[in-house]
């Protein structure tokens, strides 16, 4: 049965609705403490009934009374990629829990580690309130403007996971989503911009690389019906250059929304220019070299979720990213905390000497210039693998059948190599070459540099 023909959900989705959008603007900042204490409770309760989260509390002595809030939260042990894979998959959701109603959702993997992890019929309403959140922040409105939303659906992914089994498959294609236009980011970007071009919407939401190529696609002649007034960015970071590139290209205001798969949207960057975290629904914690740093700081992303009946993310510390939290408020009226930067991915990462880590924000500031500058989109693929700390291979797939761009593969090949040098040094011996195929469900990134005994001392 379609779910949303049942009156107890149908009643918890209005609620929703009518309270969690608006939260950070309609509470101030005591009201939103209070909020997220309560809701650290819950989760903290909850998480009791969860064998992997009651185990690895008892283990450190901790009581659900112990924990009273955001200010308690240090008392807890992280969670780690291996505590979720051990006790997968009955030892990740509660005892409580109706398995057959919860959905998996398997993380990107990136590095080729997959994880997975169980999610309840709210959160996905809750996924779909936050993007409103959002761009209402920007003026649209979901059911008077249209939405093009480039999501990644392959099979195991969260977009996926929510809007093709998930609760949103009743209600994409009917008249409720009409609105919305779903499209996969996996698809060609040709076949991509005719859709986008047919559709004519207001706003469109995607990956950086795909958006890049759309652009350049733009700018080439293609889509001459697309003029969004608003772009985001999901997924990955945008660097400054490409952001520049797609905002001339659509004139546009492009802005980032921030978000993992676990977690789901956690920041977003307000018209003011400044990264809102959703306080009501995560917390986030930063960890460098073992230690919790203040503002400013970079290091690795620790999050906390403050809501779901799916498994519980509490002190969770396999996200993996690199971020930094700025201090003070922002005047746009949205109450909560702020993030000052966020890096990237640090699995995607490569390690030099004098402790220089090079996170994926910089890989893709090298090869985004292929795009803008060159003005090609022949790069169909990439492989990077680090030698030793003085040794970077770079494999990459070309596509040169059309005829029409001139861009020689030495073209690309001297960009990409100028890029990387500057980043690293001219001491690292860098090698290119064109390779036919990548085996994509591999790691992109191969390091035989030891990660354990290295100390970080700067991210490039
Ligand atoms: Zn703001």
Redesign the pocket.
């Known amino acids: 049965m379609n779910p949303f023909y049942n009156p107890v959900f149908l009643s918890k989705i209005l609620k929703s609705y009518f309270f969690d959008i608006n939260r950070l603007k309609r509470l101030n900042y005591q009201q939103l403490q209070i909020y997220r204490d309560k809701q650290i409770r819950k989760i903290i309760n909850y998480a009791f009934t969860v064998p992997l989260y009651k185990d690895k509390y008892k283990k450190a002595g901790i009581q659900p009374s112990q924990i009273n809030g955001v200010k308690d939260l240090h008392k807890l042990p992280l969670i780690s990629k291996f505590d979720i894979e051990s006790y997968y998959p009955d030892g990740i959701i509660s005892a409580k829990a109706n398995k057959d109603k919860l959905i998996k959702i398997t993380t990107s993997g990136t590095t080729g580690k997959k994880l997975s992890i169980f999610s309840d019929p709210c959160d996905v309403i809750l996924w779909f309130f936050i993007y409103i959140r959002v761009i209402r922040e920007y003026g649209i409105n979901w059911r008077k403007n249209k939405l093009t939303i480039i999501g990644d659906f392959a099979p195991h992914t969260i977009g996926s996971g929510y809007v093709k089994q998930g609760f949103l498959k009743n209600l994409t294609g009917d008249t409720f989503f009409k609105n919305i236009q779903w499209l996969d980011t996996n698809s060609e970007p040709k076949d991509v911009i005719k859709e986008v071009d047919k559709f004519q919407p207001d706003f469109v939401g995607g990956y950086p690389g795909m958006l890049g190529h759309l652009a350049l696609l733009k700018e080439k002649g293609y889509g001459r019906n697309i003029n969004p007034q608003y772009i985001a960015t999901i997924g990955s970071v945008l660097d400054s250059s490409l952001k520049k590139f797609i905002q001339e290209t659509f004139s546009a205001t492009v802005f980032e929304v921030y978000g993992a798969t676990e977690t789901g949207t956690m920041a977003f960057q307000?018209?003011?220019?400044?990264y809102?975290i959703m306080s009501d629904i995560v917390h986030m914690e930063v960890e460098n070299n073992g230690d919790i740093v203040s503002y400013g700081k970079a290091g690795k992303l620790i999050v906390t979720k403050l809501y779901g009946y799916g498994t519980p993310i509490i002190r969770y510390d396999a996200i993996n990213d690199i971020v930094a939290l700025k201090q003070g408020k922002?005047?746009?009226?949205?109450a909560g905390s702020l993030l000052e930067k966020v890096y990237g991915r640090d699995d995607l990462s490569l390690l030099f000497k004098d402790g220089k880590v090079m996170l994926a924000s910089s890989f893709a500031e090298i090869f985004s210039r292929v795009l803008y500058e060159l003005k090609t989109n022949k790069i169909k693929n990439t492989h990077i693998i680090q030698h030793s700390l003085k040794n970077l291979e770079i494999q990459l797939v070309i596509d040169d059948n059309d005829k029409n761009d001139k861009i020689s593969v030495s073209d690309i090949f001297s960009i990409i190599k100028e890029g990387f040098q500057k980043k690293v040094g001219s001491d690292i011996e860098i090698n290119i070459k064109q390779v036919e195929k990548i085996d994509r469900t591999g790691p992109r990134i191969v390091s035989a540099v030891d990660r354990n005994s290295f100390v970080v001392k700067q991210y490039i």
């Open positions: 307000c018209s003011k220019g400044n809102h922002c005047n746009c009226g949205m």
